[in-house]
């Protein structure tokens, strides 16, 4: 079964690709809005893992209408879900018989409900897949620590190539570097290097 | 990381050893109330897919509350969801790293929801795992059609060797016969007899 899997070149993603490598033909798919080349960040990290990689445009529409909603928040999570959801979305329509992501059980954002799962499924005729979605964090930190060569670091400085990297700068584009600050508090971010030998 | 699987010699949990295989140290666990010899199915089933398998024992009480409540009810479902969790805390307190079982994204019985996952985890220091839990029926008939050999029947006729089987025998013997018909609706059974080669 052809699994085209959403693929930001981070952690969870990584994981769930190699979840899923025993048994779905895989193929790691990253969304651009064409704001920045972050997406080259991931080719470059799916290559390492020896996965096949395609980038997918996504109108910066898109882009721009989840940081308008971020800032009207004045909080990330429900930007990243309409971009999450765009990214599934065009995904969806490229052809894959399933389309997959690396979200997990605790996940607050992005997240897929059982009801946009089964919707996803029933518009677009493909079967959506999420192989960490049985396994809470313990777990996930302990294979991709037997599985993964990983680095991390502070958002603002690891070259990842998911589409936050766009719409953050999207967001300084059109509100200015420090609202990046105001919206998204500073966390860790993981950026895959390989798979261990 | 070693994962005791409740494990039920049909087609989800079957599945969702295998999905586990290649990431843990998998024994695959059948629980028994000491009613039937159900679980002696079950250890023909994890012995053909070729996983270690173990027989933990519940009190027969855990089966008496749980057909009490189906009888209650009208309807399984929240005795079958008891009758799993009582199964999930007795795997817990094995000495597995994990513990696990094959319940998908679309059962309404049983479930774990996150908040059982968490309490499971927090109490008994352990992991939770649902392998199958990002998978929709599709997908996994679909796997399961491509690694299992299978077999399906009548739920009453197939001897399938879990719980399920020990509760409609603590049904008949303190209700009569008339009331395994009355509580649980004619479905279709599936039985495990090996992998596809």
């Given at each position: 079964m052809a699994l085209g899997l959403s693929f930001s070149g981070g952690k969870d993603s990584a994981l769930a690709a190699l979840?899923?490598?025993?048994?779905?033909?895989?193929?790691?798919?990253?969304?651009?809005?064409?704001?920045?080349?972050?997406?080259?960040?991931?080719?470059?990290?799916?290559?390492?893992?020896g996965f096949p990689h395609e980038t997918i445009e996504i109108d910066r529409a898109v882009a721009e209408a989840a940081v308008e909603r971020m800032v009207d928040d004045g909080y990330p999570r429900n930007g990243i879900q309409r971009a999450h959801e765009a990214t599934l979305e065009a995904v969806a329509e490229a052809g894959f018989d399933?389309?997959?992501?690396?979200?997990?059980?605790?996940?607050?954002?992005?997240?897929?409900?059982?009801?946009?799962?089964?919707?996803?499924?029933?518009?677009?005729?493909?079967?959506?897949?999420?192989?960490?979605?049985?396994?809470?964090?313990?777990?996930?930190?302990?294979?991709?620590?037997?599985?993964?060569?990983?680095?991390?670091?502070?958002?603002?400085r690891l070259a990842k190539g998911d589409y936050e990297h766009e719409l953050r700068a999207v967001l300084a584009d059109e509100y200015g570097e420090d609202a990046i600050d105001d919206i998204f508090p500073e966390h860790v971010q993981s950026v895959v290097r390989g798979r261990r030998e």
């Amino acid at each position: 079964m052809a699994l085209g899997l959403s693929f930001s070149g981070g952690k969870d993603s990584a994981l769930a690709a190699l979840l899923a490598d025993p048994f779905f033909d895989v193929t790691l798919v990253t969304a651009t809005f064409g704001v920045t080349d972050a997406a080259e960040n991931a080719r470059v990290a799916a290559e390492r893992l020896g996965f096949p990689h395609e980038t997918i445009e996504i109108d910066r529409a898109v882009a721009e209408a989840a940081v308008e909603r971020m800032v009207d928040d004045g909080y990330p999570r429900n930007g990243i879900q309409r971009a999450h959801e765009a990214t599934l979305e065009a995904v969806a329509e490229a052809g894959f018989d399933a389309v997959g992501d690396g979200t997990r059980r605790d996940d607050r954002a992005p997240t897929v409900s059982q009801s946009l799962a089964q919707s996803l499924e029933d518009r677009h005729g493909v079967q959506y897949v999420a192989p960490l979605a049985g396994y809470g964090r313990a777990t996930i930190d302990a294979l991709a620590g037997d599985l993964l060569r990983i680095e991390t670091g502070a958002s603002e400085r690891l070259a990842k190539g998911d589409y936050e990297h766009e719409l953050r700068a999207v967001l300084a584009d059109e509100y200015g570097e420090d609202a990046i600050d105001d919206i998204f508090p500073e966390h860790v971010q993981s950026v895959v290097r390989g798979r261990r030998e």
